[in-house]
Nanobody
Framework: VQLQACGGGLVQPGGSLRLSCVAS????????MGWYRQAPGKQRELVASITSDARVNYADSVKGRFTISRDNAKNTVNLQMNSLKPEDTAVYYC?????????WGQGTLVTVSS
């Protein structure tokens, strides 16, 4: 599976961004999808995930601010990020998983700064 992420950029604190990740797979609907992030000097961490049957999970740090969704018709998983904070600054990666096989997108940089 090839994953192409986009939507990152520079935003002021309190602002919003929407990340999207498109997968090159005919049976996208069976994939479990997730967004991860890696800040400078830190380990990569899970931000949000959505299973093939649309169960979602969020890191405590983003609950109530971020929303993950999927559009199986467009092979896309989205991450709506609201009320952004400087500590959300990181490279964001999308990930797919099924039957133990994983794929990662190339990452998109989100910078939250005034």
């Amino acid at each position: 599976v090839q994953l192409q992420a986009c939507g990152g950029g520079l935003v002021q604190p309190g602002g919003s961004l929407r990340l999207s990740c498109v997968a090159s797979r005919a049976r996208f609907s069976i994939l479990n999808m997730g967004w991860y992030r890696q800040a400078p000097g830190k380990q990569r961490e899970l931000v949000a995930s959505i299973t093939s049957d649309a169960r979602v999970n969020y890191a405590d740090s983003v609950k109530g601010r971020f929303t993950i969704s999927r559009d199986n018709a467009k092979n896309t998983v989205n991450l709506q990020m609201n009320s952004l904070k400087p500590e959300d600054t990181a490279v964001y990666y999308c990930r797919s998983e099924r039957y133990g096989f994983t794929s990662w997108g190339q990452g998109t940089l989100v910078t939250v700064s005034s």
